[in-house]
């Protein structure tokens, strides 16, 4: 199906001025995608001037939160070319978290539909300094008016952007999270949507007054190995070999997670996807046998712990950033920003359209 461009997209793109300061998802493109679900049909696509939202006060999305959303990245590559990372991996996770919430899978072609367009007339958008890119929210709506709970009829899939900085978190103090949960068991831990976040707030806030940066999720089930953080998946280092909790329901399958097995595996390292005990875990950072720990997702990519608190314990991690989380960086970034070859096959490239045509 053709993308309808509204003729207003031109006169927002060229007025548009980037602010000097970005930060991350702060400042958006003035464009936005939107596709409309409504009988059983989507709509075609449409590129349109960014703008508020019409939704009615009792659409389903804001009672019942039927949404999810993905993140990711276009990046400025060496040659000057923009490129999307496994964007696929994406529209899959999307179609995933949509069906969990009884929801209408965006179909992969609108999806990429959707994060194709907005990148390829937002190039110009695309922050050029290393670690910068077009950061890309696509996201999924229930949008019927009508309070009663069952699944909504209609539904909005939107791409909104953002030029970003680089997003540094810096070394994380990690709060072992041992009263509330993220996710409940057979609930929707794996699914990327709004109210896992909503659920993780409340410890972040606490922990913040207690000096930490970021809760450390246990599984809800056994209230005893570790699952991830609120927006980021967990690796440890151990006799420099990496460990990372295997996917088991309660954890969101991260691209960067994914992306890393495979790079850390092809540069040598052993990689275990296992259970780790949260206690065994800190008995080993406490002995200097896990001497590094980090997270990692889209936005960040990696970001190196420096300590677990767990009540009134602390454990200090020997290295932060340590050099696997560093030497995993680098290799990533050089893929991202087209610095090395991509023999994985994860760059998909953009082309720019140029507005004078
Ligand atoms: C998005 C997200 C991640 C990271 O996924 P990436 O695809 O690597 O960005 C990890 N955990 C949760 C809960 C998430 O929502």
């Known amino acids: 199906m053709s993308i309808y461009i509204d003729p207003a997209v031109g006169a927002s793109l060229r007025g548009f001025e980037v602010p000097e300061k970005l930060g991350f ?202 699952d991830e953080l609120s927006g980021m998946n967990f690796f440890a280092v151990m006799d420099g070999e990496l460990h990372t909790p295997a996917l088991n329901g309660s954890i969101l399958e991260g691209v960067t997670r994914d992306t890393l097995i495979d790079l850390a595996r092809d540069l040598g390292y052993a990689v275990h996807e296992r259970a780790i005990d949260i206690d065994d875990l800190l008995e080993l950072v406490r002995s200097g046998t896990c001497n590094e720990a980090f997270a990692c997702g889209t936005a960040a990519i990696i970001s190196p712990i420096s300590v677990f608190g767990d009540g009134d314990g602390q454990y200090e991690l020997a290295q932060a950033p340590g050099p696997v989380a560093e030497r995993l960086r680098a290799a990533l970034l050089d893929i991202q920003e087209g610095r090395v070859d991509d023999r994985f096959g994860w760059m998909q490239s953009v082309e720019p359209v140029s507005l004078k045509d």
Not at 150 to 160: G, K, Q, R
Request: proline residues 6%; glycine residues 8%.
């Open 25 to 226: 998802g702060t400042v958006m493109a003035p464009v936005m995608f939107r596709a409309v679900y409504q009988d059983g049909c989507w709509s075609r696509g449409e590129l349109v001037p960014y703008a508020p939202l019409a939704l009615d006060p009792a659409a389903k999305v804001l009672h019942y939160a039927q949404s999810c959303f993905e993140g990711m990245k276009a990046y400025r590559t060496e040659g000057g070319g923009i490129a999307l990372f496994r964007p696929e991996r994406n529209a899959v996770r999307m179609a995933h978290s949509a069906e969990r919430l009884c929801m209408p899978p965006v179909p992969e072609s609108l999806f990429m539909d959707g994060v194709r367009t907005v990148t390829a007339y937002c190039a110009n958008l695309v922050p050029a300094a290393s670690g910068e890119s077009l950061y890309l929210r696509p996201f999924l709506i229930g949008t019927q008016a009508d309070l009663s709970v069952s699944a909504s009829t209609s539904y909005e899939y939107i791409v909104i952007a953002s030029p970003s900085e680089a997003y540094h978190a810096g070394n994380m103090r990690l709060w072992v999270e041992r009263e509330d949960a993220r996710a409940a068991v057979g609930g929707t831990g794996d699914a990327k949507v709004g109210g896992n976040y909503a659920a993780s707030l409340l410890s972040i806030a606490r922990l913040k007054k207690r000096g930490y940066d970021q809760s450390l999720w246990l599984n809800p089930g056994n209230r005893k190995t570790v």
